[in-house]
């Protein structure tokens, strides 16, 4: 089954319910903190939640934050490749940032190509401090 990227179109009721958590927020939820949020609309078991992700994340809709195992609402543009992703996380705010840049998709291809690795999806997380908590 095929959705296009950024469409909330046929979306089942609980994968609605999880994306307006998601959208709410500029940080990260767990899949536990998405459960807490939702209970008082029907949601009351982690598979309902787990399985909304993965749907999610299969439509282009959320990211996995793997370094966190958390999760955050795709931030750019549709129609734009989610196989290699970006992501800088503020270790202070907890507010992440979503990074689409050619050269870097480039070099990281590049990196798999010379050593003969058959890249099929990247994710780096950086992490550091945001401009916002350094001026603090």
Do not use: W
């Amino acid at each position: 089954m095929s959705e296009s990227v950024g469409s909330t179109n046929h979306l089942t009721r609980n994968q609605l319910l999880v994306m307006g958590e998601l959208s709410k927020v500029d940080g990260p939820l767990s899949a536990y903190e998405i459960l807490d949020q939702l209970r008082d609309h029907g949601v009351r078991s982690p598979p309902q939640v787990y399985r909304a992700l993965d749907k999610l994340v299969e439509f282009g809709l959320v990211h996995k934050l793997e370094s966190l195992n958390a999760f955050v609402a795709c931030r750019h543009p549709g129609g734009e490749p989610h196989e290699k992703t970006a992501f800088m996380i503020c270790e202070n705010c907890g507010q992440v940032f979503e990074i689409t840049d050619d050269s870097l998709t480039k070099r990281v291809a590049a990196l798999a190509r010379d050593t003969q690795f058959s890249l099929t999806k990247s994710t780096i997380e950086l992490r550091g401090i945001c401009r916002g908590c350094q001026a603090a």
